[in-house]
């Protein structure tokens, strides 16, 4: 094989580049999902409520030219409306999940009361200035 293709199949074999493929890959199909949630759930539902689920039609006029604030207030209600399903339904159960699963640390390690070194739990003497521990 030419040592160009080589080179390539290592990089492409290599873990970091497959990956991220996943990644973007996963992270495209998401946010798909995500949009969806807040195009055909969550929009309608403030809408309902608001009585005004599209703010595009709003602007004004200054000397002929037209600003269109209408659009801007959709896309900052579009930004925090994402951003919050992302926290709410992603982050915080996956945190979640997270506290549940994990080990906490075993303590291997105190500090001494003379120096703050650390030294092992079992240790009655610290060996770097030699203060007597009394646990």
């Known amino acids: 094989m030419p040592k160009i293709l080589e080179g390539f199949k290592n990089f492409i074999l290599r873990g970091n580049a497959v990956d991220l493929a996943v990644g973007v890959v ?3 199909s998401f946010g798909t999902v995500v949009n969806a949630l807040v195009k055909d759930l969550i929009t309608p539902l403030i809408g309902a409520i608001a009585k005004v689920p599209d703010f595009s ?6 000397n002929g030219s037209i600003f269109k604030y209408g659009e801007l207030i959709n896309a900052l209600v579009s930004f925090i409306l994402v951003a919050g399903s992302i926290y709410f339904f992603v982050i915080l159960p996956m945190n979640t999940l997270l506290v549940r699963t994990t080990k906490p640390k075993a303590v291997t390690a105190k500090k001494c009361p003379e120096c703050l070194s650390e030294i092992p739990i079992d240790a009655k003497r610290c060996a770097h200035c030699g203060q007597l521990i009394i646990s």
Do not use: D, E, K, M
């Open 26 to 28: 996963i992270g495209a």
């Open 57 to 62: 039609g709003l602007n004004f006029t200054l």
